[in-house]
Structure formats: C-alpha cells, structure tokens
C-alpha cells in the first residue's frame, strides 16, 4: 500500500474514532400521545442493542427527571445511505408495549410512525444531572 493510502485511511479512522460515541436528542421526541411531554434518547451507532431513554429534566434532555433506561428490545444499524435505524419498546402504565422507531440523520433524530422530528447533537457521555421540572418536585 502507499504511504499516501495509508495515510489517508488513518484520518478518517482518526476523525470516526474523535466523534462522540451518542447521538442524543437535543429536546424530548414525543412518541407516546400529545399530552405525553416525550423522550429524551441517545443511540450508540456502534452499538446493535445501544438505545437509552429518559424523562426530561429542567432544561430539557441536557438532565433528566428519571433514571437513564436501556431501551428494550433495542436495534441499532447503520443504513448505506449513511442514516442510523433504531427501534425499542417502551413498557407504558397501561400494560401494553409502544413500539418506537427512529431514524437520525443530518443533525436529527425522526419517529418513523409520526414523521415528528427534533434536533440532535453528538455526546461523549450520557451521565446527565438529575433536575426535575420545576412544580415536579
């Protein structure tokens, strides 16, 4: 291989390996019902079964108001049009089990079934203060 090839390779390995691990939503994706506030969710892209969620805090999905959920039956892939598919089931008071699937893509993060879509940004951690809405205390 040449030295150019080689080199060349290793910058974009380098700058994979730089990017933060988490794609997070930036605010709460509402994909239970209307009057539901939504999720906050990271998807590790390198990860199959790496989904989390949370309930917003504050400030929205930079803290939280409940504890940091791996997601159930989570499914992470990569698609070839360089979108990341991912879907899990979240277990609702009712007993039945909401079916979520997302796509994130070009600084997104979509619900598939609704077509609703919010801001994501990439973190390095999802180690996130608890702070509960205020009136939520």
Known sequence: MSRCFVACLLTVLGACASQPRYIVTSTPLKVIDPAHPGLCVAIDPRDPKGIWWWDAGRSGCTDRSSSTMAADRAS???TTAGTV??????G????????????????????TISGFSVP???RATLELPERPPIGNR
Do not use: K, W, Y
């Open 85 to 90: 598919d991912a879907s899990f089931q979240v």
């Open 76 to 78: 992470v892939a990569r």
């Open 120 to 122: 994501a940004e990439r």
């Open 92 to 111: 609702l008071v009712s007993g039945r089990n909401l079916q979520v699937r997302l796509e994130a893509f070009d600084g997104r993060i979509r619900d």
